[in-house]
């Protein structure tokens, strides 16, 4: 199966993109060409890849994965999308996917995968990294006009049933969906999966539904689960899917419009939510609050939307600063505060002991030392990405405005590149 990344996408021209490399893998029949972007941001275009490589790749190395906090809004023609995670200097690749006989075309970002690093994508060298990459895509639209992004959840003990998971070697389990169908996958390869084969939104439920899915354990942490629910959306429809006593569960939006558990997703099980259910351990009700109260004053832009995802970068969304009217940082749960105590107690902002805890978080932010350190405990937004679902066009910031990367980047599936191209951030 020939891949070729050709690297870079990118519009709007004025300063031209620092190409790293066009020399041949080691690997016959995989000619690799790499595109810096920014710093930390990469693009990379395939003509094709191995899907089942990438499956067999994941089954044999599955790798540890934390608990990022992501957020993802649907407002009218556009989504906006943050993805949080532990402060680290992991490169982040705006992949497209060339169409073929087999997939469609489609433009998405990569985020937070360790074995990615800028270093290594500045040296030029091959890796197998290259080969499994599109199966690590966060979110992404694809040339139908399909838009897909995976958040997680809180614990596996929501979404599918424990007494299934069967553990191998990795700690890694399954709590199938539907035994005895001819496709057996991780629910880490449903994003890319959805971005290669679904026209509607229709379409990518109805494949959802053919495939045997499960999800990983967050090994090595035994008996913890790693859930995940996604986005899934189209033209005029919008829908948060997650699998709930081992099937799809959908929360529809009425109106792409209006804020809603069909139009919001962080990390709480938006289906039980709706139950007026809170998880013990949840986390993102504060940052749902914040998009649902500045959702009706978003304007329904690219520049709307970079104001609104803003907000909810994981260092603003912890402080007063944003303006929203309640900030229970449930990411602080513990035993004895509960999610389920933050969110039902307004008046939690009048406990010194809790306030401290947020300041010193919000101090140590402020304190570079902090930063790009093993075992930090800080976290930050690993990228922000917005979509303009009509146009197939896509906006991108890397790591929370620092480093090179200050403002958005705009790329647009519609232009098809035979090589790389000049570049300029949107201003």
């Given at each position: ?94 992949i497209r996917m060339n169409h073929t006989d087999e997939h469609l075309a489609s433009v998405g970002i990569v985020g937070c995968c360790p074995e990615f690093t800028a ?309």
């Amino acid at each position: 199966m020939k891949l070729r990344t050709i690297l870079a996408l990118a519009l709007y021209v004025a300063a031209a993109a620092s190409v790293i490399s066009c020399e041949k893998n080691p690997v016959p029949g995989r000619d690799r060409c790499t595109t810096i972007l920014h710093d930390n941001l990469f693009g990379i275009e395939y003509d094709d890849y191995d899907f089942d490589f990438c499956v067999e790749h994941f089954e044999k190395n599955m790798p540890p994965e934390p608990y990022p906090g992501c957020s993802e809004v649907r407002i009218g023609n556009f989504i906006g999308r943050n993805l949080d995670y532990y402060i680290n200097r992991n490169a982040c690749a705006v992949i497209r996917m060339n169409h073929t006989d087999e997939h469609l075309a489609s433009v998405g970002i990569v985020g937070c995968c360790p074995e990615f690093t800028a270093e290594l994508a500045k040296s030029g060298a091959y890796d197998p990294v290259y080969e499994y990459l599109p199966c690590r895509t966060c979110d992404g639209i694809n040339e139908k006009g399909v838009y897909v992004g995976v958040n997680v959840m809180p614990t596996g003990e929501t979404s599918f049933d424990r007494g299934n998971w069967n553990h191998n070697e990795w700690g890694h389990g399954a709590a199938f969906t539907n035994k005895g169908a001819e496709k057996t996958y991780c629910t880490l390869y449903l994003t890319r999966y959805i971005l290669d084969h679904a026209s509607s939104v229709s379409e990518a439920i109805g494949l959802i539904n053919e495939v045997n899915w499960y999800e990983p354990i967050n090994y090595p942490h035994e008996g913890e689960a790693q859930a995940f629910h996604w986005m899934i959306s189209d033209g005029n429809r919008n829908y948060v899917v997650e699998f709930i006593d081992n099937k799809p569960v959908v929360t529809g939006a009425r109106n792409i419009r209006q804020p809603s558990l069909g139009t919001i997703m962080t990390n709480f099980t938006n289906a039980l939510f709706a139950k007026a259910i809170i998880q013990p351990h949840g986390i993102g009700y504060e940052r749902y609050d914040v998009l649902r109260y500045s959702y009706s004053d978003t304007e329904e832009s690219f520049k709307g939307m970079e104001e609104l995802m803003k907000k909810v970068w994981y260092s603003n969304t912890y402080t007063r600063e944003v303006g929203a009217a309640d900030f229970w940082a449930t990411e602080l749960c513990t035993d004895i505060i509960t999610s389920e105590y933050l969110y039902g107690n307004q008046n939690l902002w009048n406990d010194i002991h809790y306030c401290d805890v947020v300041k010193q978080f919000k101090d140590m932010w402020n304190d570079p030392a902090y930063w790009y350190v093993d075992d930090t405990p800080l976290w930050f937004t690993v990228h922000t990405s917005i979509y303009d679902i009509d146009n197939r066009r896509m906006e991108v910031l890397a790591h929370e405005g620092r480093g090179g990367q200050k403002q958005f980047s705009q790329f647009d599936l519609n232009s098809h590149f035979d090589k790389p191209l000049e570049h300029k951030p949107v201003k």
